[in-house]
């Protein structure tokens, strides 16, 4: 045979293997890396998966706090704290940890055509990430993956207990957190607008020639970010599971939220925190609105679970919420949402002293900026006894107004006896007029009892906001002052004050029928 035809037909052999590969059976990991996380995908296709390790434990509670967002964000991303924790349990750099696992790459466009049973793309698409798929594709895509290793993989997906996992899109929180390195890196690293050290072009693919010159670039072409995730920031914007809003997890809710910028954002404007609010249907003018496909826009899957999995998983976080709630639990920005105002303020002091304890390192060799960190020191610490000060005062006046109001609910109650006995005196003797008057005065005590429940229960409320040793100041001042005065029945009011107090510290449920059964006799 001629040489020459030989080596055509050699090179085409390699070609249409070459092709295949790429087709079906390609590079589903272009970087490996220890701990990679590989599952099975229809075709002989794989996806990719890195732990995210949250570096607090493996306590049923144990969680990671961190902020999201950045001030160069703007309102759209004002620095918010969240707390985070994973779905299983595996073996972190400190022992046993909670950990979710996320995509290390962008679904690509040969992973969606394997899972979605389409043709095969060409072979320079093959690695590049799907897009111009809606977020409901998407979720098509996530339920029929799932389904397909359920019944061919399911030995080899993670558990959480004995409930095996699944893939769904990642909350924001997890896909910050994330993108920010985890618990990979140092918090000065954390915070910064990128996780890098040097130039951002090894790392993300943004508009320019510098970068992607404006096209879609294949998945895992450049370096990953600390935890191994490639493309966070970068290459095409990730759609994630929640719904947008403009203060993450309160207000109005809107579309939902897709993550990163794409390879025609600009430099600028690539990091961590970057969230855009992604309408779920495009409006067409006087077309009727289509889902929501663009150009610029994919995802990567998270692995997730269920929280309780079995009895055994409900019965351990029962024994442990206890003592979570009022140990490391108390500081989580769910317990400070409805903690005093002073618990709220010293969480925000305790954030700015740990800013400061920074900046004390960068100062050293530096006399002027350490005196700087110093007196920064002070002022907090003077704010903190304004703020203690102030809260003893408020707490007393609160106090005086919760106690005034609970005793005038006594003396009102006693009256209502007495009106009923004349009503039916004068009914009993028929004189009508006298039965008008006494009813509407009857009428008129019980709406100043409903008037002075609500303003007793506002008074409560008010009381806490303040700090536990405000409170006790205030009772113990108050109780005082009614000892010096002979106020036997006043003191009877303060004390159910504080008692109805503590349920409402405890509980945060104010119970005013039940209240104001227990004032009308002073608890007698």
């Known amino acids: 045979m001629n040489r020459c035809l030989v080596k055509f037909l050699f090179f085409i052999v390699v070609f249409t293997m070459g092709y295949a590969t790429a087709a079906w059976g390609g590079n589903d990991n272009p970087n490996p890396l220890d701990g990679d996380f590989i599952l099975p995908l229809p075709g002989k296709r794989h996806m990719v998966f890195r732990p995210v390790f949250m570096g607090q434990g493996d306590t049923p509670f144990a969680q990671k706090s961190f902020r999201m967002g950045d001030p160069d964000g703007g309102y759209k991303e004002h620095p918010t704290e969240v707390s985070l924790s994973g779905s299983f349990i595996g073996d972190g750099k400190s022992g046993r940890d909670w950990l979710f696992y996320l995509g290390k790459y962008e679904v690509t466009q040969g992973q ?5 049973s389409l043709p095969a793309p060409e072979a320079k698409a093959d690695a590049k990430p799907v897009t111009g798929i809606s977020w409901f594709e998407a979720q098509a895509f996530l339920d029929k993956l799932n389904l397909w290793l359920f019944a061919n ?23 910050e957190f994330a993108a920010r390195g985890g618990a990979a890196v140092s918090a000065d690293l954390f915070d910064r607008r990128v996780p890098y050290t040097g130039a951002l072009s090894k790392y993300e693919w943004f508009e320019g020639p510098k970068s992607s010159h404006g096209k879609l670039k294949s998945a895992g072409l450049l370096a990953p970010n600390p935890i191994g995730l490639h493309d966070m920031l970068g290459n095409v914007t990730e759609m994630t599971q929640g719904l947008y809003m403009i203060e993450y997890y309160q207000g109005r809710p809107g579309g939902f939220v897709a993550r990163g910028g794409h390879f025609l954002s600009s430099q600028k404007n690539l990091r961590s925190s970057l969230r855009t609010e992604e309408p779920f249907y495009m409006a067409r003018g006087s077309q009727p609105p289509k889902p929501n496909q663009k150009a610029t826009m994919g995802f990567r899957p998270v692995f997730s679970a269920v929280v309780f999995v079995d009895r055994v998983a ?3 976080y029962a024994d442990a919420w206890d003592a979570y709630r009022t140990g490391a639990g108390a500081d989580t920005p769910a317990a400070v949402s409805t903690a005093p105002t002073i618990q709220k303020t010293q969480a925000n002091t305790d954030q700015a002293g740990e800013y400061l304890d920074r900046l004390e390192k960068m100062a050293a060799g530096h006399p002027d900026m350490k005196q700087d960190v110093n007196r920064l020191r002070s002022v907090i610490a003077d704010i903190g006894f304004i703020q203690a000060k102030a809260d003893a005062e408020t707490a007393f006046a609160w106090f005086k107004i919760a106690s005034e109001r609970g005793f005038f609910i006594y003396l009102e109650s006693r009256k209502l006896p007495t009106v009923h006995k004349l009503i039916d005196a004068a009914r009993a003797g028929k004189r009508t007029a006298m039965v008008e008057k006494l009813e509407t005065r009857l009428l008129e005590i019980e709406a100043n009892i409903s008037q002075a429940i609500e303003n007793y229960t506002a008074s409560l409320r008010q009381m806490d906001t303040l700090s536990i040793p405000a409170r006790h100041t205030a009772r113990e001042r108050y109780l005082k002052f009614l000892l010096e005065n002979d106020a036997a029945e ?5 004390k159910l004050v504080a008692k109805h107090l503590d349920e409402l510290s405890k509980t945060k449920r104010t119970t005013p029928d039940e209240w104001k059964k227990q004032l009308s006799t002073l608890g007698i």
């Not at 969606?112 to 979605?116: D, G, I, K, L, N």
């Open 153 to 175: 993989a399911l030995d080899k997906l993670p558990k959480s207990g004995s409930s095996p996992g699944f893939l769904r899109l990642p909350t924001e929180a997890e896909w």
């Open 314 to 316: 409900a019965r351990s």
């Open 112 to 116: 969606w055509a394997a899972v979605m």
């Open 490 to 494: 006043q003191i009877r009011t303060a």
